[in-house]
């Protein structure tokens, strides 16, 4: 069929026609059929001509060759309908029967237009209609996946393929000014949007190479210097690129000068300058018409783009290295080098070039004028402009390098000298202000130290200075603020500020010196004007500033030098081109930048590889003879380490090797004799007393003396200095037996009294003792040590030294004083030590700190719970502290076996899961009629089961609340349960979940919270909501009633956020089973209070409880079908059944989900039938 012969006259019919193809209900008979069909209107915009080789008819029913032809009349809502149609259908039903590339090619100059030059309105209005159909279709749900991944393809295309210029030629072409602003406005939001919506509706999974940064560089940064390389830019142009950087603000990009990647806005439009050689010229009149605000964003971030390329190409940006403080005499070399002068040219010459004032035309002159505020400088002299972005640039709090100090000053150096005083001055009052000194970091002191060396240097000190700057600067540098600010230099505490503050004294006084002498500084004129000098010993030497004062003086001194090499670097780059000073700083043409290096570093290799000696082949052809070292039989060994005074009296006997004495070895009994020799007899006794060990004292007063004397020593009681002796051996272990060599013998076994025998052994080596602590104060200090011992101690008299001071009849409040900074100290442990019973004895600690002082410590647990910096384990520790300081001031026993609050729970909703599974039971006729012919009643004895352990467990019951409320003497456990435990628990929850919430939806998660509960974590919290309900007073259930089901409905709907496993998969997860036992347990305190018609009165509560009755019935759905699917196919998988026994439920995490929905839907339906009776008695109903 022709669809063209009825469209070619009307473009509201052939947008019908297009429509009908997207739908369905029009299709094609061929595929020569579908490429005229979409060619046609192409042909009629373009001409034959522009269409790619393999769209070309050779006999198409319309053949137009010419330029001339194409018609004016654009319309978008054609080309969305053509779009949409090829995206949606053609590609989809004609994948396999046209030829790909035809297919590719025609979706190609349908969404970005031909590929050659000319018709930029055109390709600028296909592209504006291009974003529209693209976001249109991202926002559908239902798209098709292989639409999807053409769309991908497209988004990929768009790198290259979408062009900024032709998309403002397009808004230029507008005649209606404020239509024309509309659709830039709405293009820009479509550009910047797009790679977010591609991640939304991938769900992230974006196509490789693709990400946002790189759209950002490719399409918005790209196509800004390919509008800056247009030779028609005008002020117009200017004004949209003006709302591009606008854009990139609010956007974000532009906050960061550059990303972790080495990406950023200066990056890639210094890269995109060497191919448009328009950028840096044309780059300043787009700087001129930007606000005030938007510019020195724009140039502080080239100042810190500059700096971090000039550091990643190693670069010296500080004054002295490492290895040049490591060896001194050598500092500066790196500084004050070639390599220095190269980067400091190339910066020095970007900067000229993208911070020089431009002065524009006349429209956009007019533009800037007009603006009501002071966003653009006004003061028409190119240098005093220069100056002012001077000040606001290289003055920002901004840490800069001494090497940008070094570059800004060459900058600056071009002017003339009254504008290099005026900076100068600047400088001068920045370094001298106060404030700053009192507050200032190191780098910041040397940059600016480093600013004013090279401004002083800069001005001119010959004849041919005006005396009005002789005098302008004699004047600077006798003012107040310049005195004030080297005075309080020197009252700094740091010597390197002091040093730099000395340095700068000096230099201001040798410049005023030097200008008032004429020139003469080298004659010794009586007339000479004194200088200051501190003299050299504040400057030689190493370490507290005296390397850099050095290299700065240095600097100073040689600085002529310096600047007619800086200078001859930029000049054989030449005036205004950048090319070669960017490619310095390491940037390349996009791919390009790691084929070759720069030519200095080009020509450093090549001089060293000529340097490089070459080998020449070995001449010997035998191997060398081996030759066997000296002999070495009369040669006496030495110690490695020996005493001073005893080189010369080293004997072969005392080359044995001792062994080292233990602790109080010095008051040992030694039973051999020191000065003979031993014989055999005698080893064999000795050998026999030493080997018994024996506790008891020996004869006479000797022992207790030593004894007397070790604890004298030590600080020990003489009991313990005795344990610790008799503990010891009282000989060598290591001695060998008689029956050893004869050397052996000879050993010198050293008594108490023999000081010549060991001249060290008498030093006693005491291991100080870590006293129990006494004071709670006491305890935080040894928590916070890094001694495995001091931990252990104090989490070890904790908890019982708590409960012993929580009386503040004896004690005062030692325990209050001290709550805060305990619990903070006891929650920031960490178990680095492996202690046994690590976690028992922390949580236990925090638990007596909580009886103890209630409403400080639950406090800051409750809101360190919510604190990101904890991990995963101390906020279940923190959870579990919470829980038993509420069953005990609830009057609930502790187990004997620590269980946890997971197996409290389970106890809990055991008892819970029987009376559910009880009453509804007894709705079941046949169930009803089979236990009625049972001998034993079992339900009975369920039941007496159950009393006989209602003190054991802590199911809620308003009996075990009341009796728990009568024998907990002391403590009103009624008004903390709720404004001390749950409230706080339950606010700071609800506020943690929608600020979660409201994250995702921005897109922006912050510190810590896109992780702050893990499953486990989660689970645990969960818990122990519902333990804290079930202790909690009756009197308080109706105030947490609602606020619970809130929470409730939060954890269900939130369970993917933290981790959890979607039931309709593969199984669940452990937080959806502990939200369920909260749900139930609160169904059944609300039974139990009044038979729930305080739940089921207030109209939110039942709303609430309709929208968790469909959720907890889908979960029971799947999780039963999927039990008995595996039952089905052998998988012995007990999934629980309605009730799941005891409380464990079976089968698992999967089996306790079962049993606890199955629960919550029997509680559901005992309320249901208490609202259906209470709607009975409401209406006078009357059953028969």
Not at 144 to 150: F, V
Not at 894 to 918: F, H, L, P, T
Request: charged share 20%; net charge neutral; aromatic share 4%.
């Amino acid at each position: 069929m022709a669809l063209c012969s009825a469209s070619n006259s009307d473009h509201r019919a052939l947008r019908r026609e297009f429509q009908a193809i997207t739908q369905g209900t029009k299709r094609f008979a061929s595929p020569s059929e579908l490429i005229s069909t979409y060619t046609n209107p192409l042909t009629r915009l373009f001409g034959e001509v522009s269409l790619p080789d393999s769209l070309k008819t050779r006999s198409g029913p319309i053949s137009v060759s010419s330029s001339g032809s194409k018609t004016d009349n654009v319309d978008v809502l054609l080309i969305e309908a053509v779009q949409e149609s090829l995206l949606l259908r053609t590609c989809l039903d004609w994948v396999a029967s046209l030829d790909s590339t035809q297919l590719q090619d025609l979706v190609q100059v349908w969404i970005f237009g031909p590929s050659f030059s000319g018709y930029d309105d055109i390709k600028g209005a296909m592209q504006q209609c291009a974003l529209r159909t693209i976001t249109r279709l991202l926002g559908d749900s239902s798209l098709h996946s292989s639409t999807m991944e053409l769309i991908k393809t497209l988004c990929m295309s768009a790198l290259t393929h979408l062009s900024l210029p032709a998309l403002i030629v397009a808004v230029l072409k507008e005649r209606n000014i404020a239509r024309a602003d509309v659709i830039w406005s709405e293009t820009l939001r479509l550009l910047s949007s797009l790679p977010d919506r591609l991640a939304n509706a991938t769900r992230g999974q974006l196509p490789d190479g693709f990400s946002a940064a790189k759209w950002v560089e490719e399409v918005f940064v790209g196509g800004m210097a390919a509008s800056l390389h247009d030779s028609s830019l005008d002020g117009r142009r200017l004004r949209l690129l003006k709302d591009v950087l606008s854009r990139l603000d609010r956007m974000g990009y532009l906050s960061r000068a550059v990303d972790g990647d080495g990406r950023g806005f200066w990056v890639a439009l210094l890269r995109r300058s060497l191919l448009c050689e328009g950028v840096e010229p044309n780059w300043p009149r787009l700087r001129r018409i930007l606000s005030r605000n938007l510019r020195v964003k724009l140039d502080i971030s080239l100042m810190e783009t500059l700096q971090y390329l000039a550091a990643q190409k190693g670069a010296p940006t500080s004054l002295v290295t490492a290895s040049e403080r490591a060896r001194p005499g050598s500092e500066g070399i790196a500084f004050l080098g070639k390599a220095s002068h190269t980067f400091v040219g190339a910066i020095a010459h970007i900067l000229d070039a993208f911070l020089r004032p431009k002065s524009g035309t006349v429209e956009e002159v007019s533009d800037v004028n007009s603006k009501s505020d002071s966003d653009s400088d006004s003061d028409p002299d190119e240098a005093s402009m220069k100056v002012q972005t001077f000040t606001s640039i290289a003055l920002s709090p901004v840490a800069q390098s001494p090497l940008l100090a070094w570059a800004w000053a060459t900058s600056l150096s071009t002017e003339p000298p009254s504008s290099i005083l005026l900076g100068t001055k600047s400088v001068l009052d920045r370094w001298s202000d106060s404030a700053r000194i009192s507050r200032s970091v190191l780098g910041e002191e040397v940059f600016l130290t480093t600013l004013i060396m090279c401004t002083l240097s800069s001005l001119p000190t010959s004849a041919s200075t005006s005396s009005t700057i002789t005098t302008q600067l004699a004047e600077l540098s006798r003012c107040r603020t310049v005195l004030d600010g080297i005075s309080a230099h020197l009252a700094h505490p740091d010597p390197i500020i002091r040093r730099m503050g000395m340095l700068v004294a000096e230099l201001l006084s040798a410049k005023t010196s030097c200008s008032s002498g004429g020139g003469g500084g080298g004659s010794d004129d009586g007339g000479k004007t004194k200088t200051l000098n501190f003299g050299s010993s504040i400057w030689n030497g190493t370490g507290q500033g005296r390397e850099e004062a050095r290299v700065l003086r240095a600097l100073g001194d040689a600085w002529e030098f310096h600047a007619k090499a800086v200078e001859g670097v930029r000049e054989e780059w030449g005036k205004g081109q950048v090319g070669d000073a960017i490619r310095v700083l390491g940037i390349g043409v996009a791919g390009k930048e790691n084929i070759g290096e720069t030519i200095e570093e080009s020509r450093a290799v090549a001089s060293l590889e000529k340097k490089k000696p070459r080998r020449t082949a070995p001449k010997t052809r035998s191997l060398p003879m081996r030759v066997d070292p000296p002999s070495r039989k009369d040669t006496k060994a030495r110690p490695l380490i020996t005493m001073i005074d005893d080189s010369d009296s080293y004997t072969e006997d005392e080359h044995q090797d001792e062994p080292q004495p233990s602790p109080l070895s010095m008051f040992s009994r030694s039973n051999q004799a020191p000065s003979r020799p031993i014989n055999s007899s005698d080893s064999s006794s000795d050998s026999t007393s030493d080997d018994s060990d024996s506790d008891a004292p020996p004869s006479g007063g000797q022992e207790s003396g030593i004894h007397r004397l070790a604890a004298e020593l030590s600080g020990l009681s003489p009991s313990e200095a005795g344990n610790i002796l008799n503990s010891s051996p009282l000989s060598n272990p290591t001695s060998d037996s008689s029956g050893r060599k004869a050397n052996n013998g000879r050993r010198r076994k050293n008594r108490i009294d023999d000081f010549e025998g060991d001249r060290e052994s008498h030093a006693p080596q005491f291991t100080k003792k870590i006293l129990p602590p006494v004071y709670i104060s006491q305890l935080s200090p040894l928590l916070r040590s890094s001694d495995r011992s001091s931990i252990r101690l104090a989490l070890h008299h904790a908890a019982p030294l708590i409960r012993r001071k929580s009386s503040t009849a004896l004690f005062g409040a030692e325990v209050a004083e001290n709550a805060v900074d305990l619990t903070l100290s006891l929650v920031a442990l960490h178990d680095n030590f492996g202690i046994k019973r690590f976690e028992g004895l922390r949580r236990d600690a925090l638990t007596a700190l909580a009886v103890a002082q209630c409403q400080v410590t639950v406090g800051v647990l409750v809101e360190q719970v919510f604190g990101s910096q904890y991990s995963n384990t101390q906020r279940i520790g923190m959870l579990g502290a919470l829980v038993e300081s509420a069953l005990e001031l609830s009057g609930n026993k502790k187990s004997e076996e620590d269980i946890g609050v997971r197996g409290r729970v389970d106890g809990v909703v055991a008892g819970v899961i029987e009376k559910a599974r009880a009453v509804g039971e007894d709705k079941v006729p046949a169930i009803k009629r089979e236990r009625g012919l049972q001998v034993s009643n079992t339900r009975r004895t369920r039941e007496q089961r159950g009393l006989i352990q209602e003190v054991a467990t802590t199911t809620s019951s308003l009996t075990t609340r009341v009796n728990a409320q009568i024998e907990t003497p002391g403590v009103k456990w009624s008004t903390l349960a709720g404004p001390v435990y749950l409230f706080p628990l339950i606010n700071r929850y609800l506020s943690y979940q929608a600020h979660s919430s409201s994250s995702r939806q921005n897109s922006y998660l912050g510190a810590g919270t896109a992780s702050l509960f893990h499953p486990d974590s989660h689970s645990i919290f969960l818990d122990t909501l519902t333990l804290l309900l079930n202790v909690s007073p009756s009197a308080l259930l109706s105030s947490l009633t609602s606020s619970l089901l809130e929470v409730v409905s939060t954890a269900l709907l939130s369970q993917n956020g933290f981790g959890g496993i979607d039931v309709t998969t593969t199984g669940v997860s452990v937080d959806t089973a502990s939200t369920l036992n909260l749900l139930a347990v609160l169904l059944h305190a609300n039974i139990e209070a009044d038979g729930g018609e305080a739940l089921i009165s207030g109209r939110s509560n039942v709303e609430c409880l309709k929208s968790l009755l469909s959720m907890v019935q889908e979960v029971f759905t799947v999780l039963q079908a999927q039990t008995q699917s595996n039952t089905v196919g052998g998988e012995n998988t007990s999934a629980g059944g309605g009730g799941g026994g005891g409380g464990g439920g079976g089968g698992g995490v999967r089996g306790k989900v079962l049993s606890r929905a199955a629960t919550v839907l029997l509680l559901m339906d005992q309320l249901d039938s208490v609202r259906q009776e209470t709607i009975r008695r409401a209406i006078g109903f009357i059953p028969v």
